[in-house]
């Protein structure tokens, strides 16, 4: 008879060949060099956040001084008014005087109010690109204007590798290329195939 037989399967295949094209090679190379542009492009989109921050940071505080300069340039003119009503009223000077010291002041008075509302929006675009609500959000009104930091007159070239936009294009042209040469190798080893058949 027969004699029984144990068969057990362990469901596993395993293959493994070697890379003579260098197709898996070119394959790791090209996704090395992606994920480093992604690295890069988020570093690019970061520095862009925060470039976004610094402009809108000094533009309210730019507004901001130009509210301080017309609320001092408003209490003159209210001053000014003042003083030419009195005149008129006095006989030593024309109607036209009060008329015009009025215009002036309610000009300046509409200017301030713009100054107003360009910081408060301002405040609101800060708010949102730091993730906060405007509610919650407010910065504390500054006397003077900040300091930007110095940039040397003359930058080497060098900088501009330093830039994410820019390591992020070499990082995907190098992807690309590592990509290209996988498909080139890919179609060798195809036809060295084919030859040997």
């Known amino acids: 008879g027969s004699s029984p037989t144990n068969s057990q399967s362990l469901g596993l295949n395993a293959s493994w060949e070697v890379d003579l094209w260098g197709r898996v090679a070119g394959s790791v190379d090209a996704a090395q060099a992606s994920a480093q542009a992604s690295n890069a492009d988020l570093a690019a989109a970061r520095l862009s956040l925060q470039a976004l921050v610094a402009q809108s940071y000094f533009a309210l505080r730019a507004a901001e001084v130009q509210e301080q300069l017309l609320a001092s340039t408003l209490a003159a003119y209210d001053e000014s008014r003042t003083l030419t009503r009195n005149r008129v009223q006095a006989g030593v000077a024309p ?87 996988r498909g080139s190798q890919v179609r060798r080893s195809a036809t060295s195939s084919a030859c040997s058949v």
């Open 95 to 181: 109607p036209s005087d009060a008329d015009q010291a009025e215009s002036q002041y309610q000009s300046t008075r509409a200017q301030r109010l713009d100054a107003q509302a360009t910081r408060a929006q301002w405040e609101h675009a800060l708010a949102a690109l730091g993730g906060e609500a405007p509610a919650h959000f407010a910065l504390a009104p500054s006397a003077q204007l900040p300091r930007p930091p110095a940039v040397p007159l003359a930058l080497p070239a060098e900088l501009l590798q330093r830039r994410p936009d820019i390591a992020a294009a070499q990082l995907n042209v190098a992807a690309a290329r590592a990509s290209r040469m």
